[in-house]
């Protein structure tokens, strides 16, 4: 895991690869749940024997579940050890290129895009790309958006 203490360590690694966390399994379970949180229980994620016919051949994650994994993933890949608050300030940019059947693996690949300035601190932009285990298209890239306020 790779700890960045300071913002110039941080800036210094912009346009830098991070690597990548380890492959989670993503099963019937943890979709069911998100299913029940989010109130989003839609076939094509939790009736597996509807899914089966289904254009998939099987359930699928939700695509926000999905997204939602990336902060604990991206934590298994790097910490911030900077001084001060750090904020999710939002998402760039989403997408979904490929569904993610329940059964597969995903990590997590993170780079870092950018490290700007802002008034009161450093925005930081780092790119997640979800990929699913034996799968040449990933389940997700998305850019997200984090403030760091220093004390």
């Avoid at 203490?5 to 830098?16: I, K, M, R, V, Y």
């Avoid at 993503?26 to 094509?44: E, K, P, S």
């Avoid at 895009?113 to 997640?128: A, C, E, F």
Wanted: hydrophobic letters at 40%; proline letters at 5%.
């Amino acid at each position: 895991m790779r700890v960045f203490t300071t913002f110039e360590e941080l800036e210094a690694a912009a346009g830098e690869e991070l690597g990548a966390s380890e492959w989670i399994t993503i099963d019937q379970r943890r979709v069911n749940l998100f299913a029940d949180a989010t109130g989003d229980h839609q076939w094509i994620h939790v009736d597996v024997e509807r899914a089966k016919a289904g254009p998939f051949g099987g359930t699928i994650a939700h695509g926000y579940m999905t997204l939602a994994l990336i902060p604990w993933l991206g934590s298994h890949v790097f910490k911030l050890a900077t001084p001060g608050a750090k904020l999710n300030y939002g998402i760039n940019k989403v997408r979904f290129p490929t569904p993610l059947l329940v059964g597969s693996r995903i990590r997590d690949r993170l780079t870092i895009l950018s490290v700007t300035d802002i008034p009161k601190g450093k925005q930081l932009t780092v790119q997640h790309t979800i990929e699913i285990e034996d799968h040449e298209r990933p389940a997700c890239v998305a850019e997200t958006v984090v403030l760091l306020l220093p004390n």
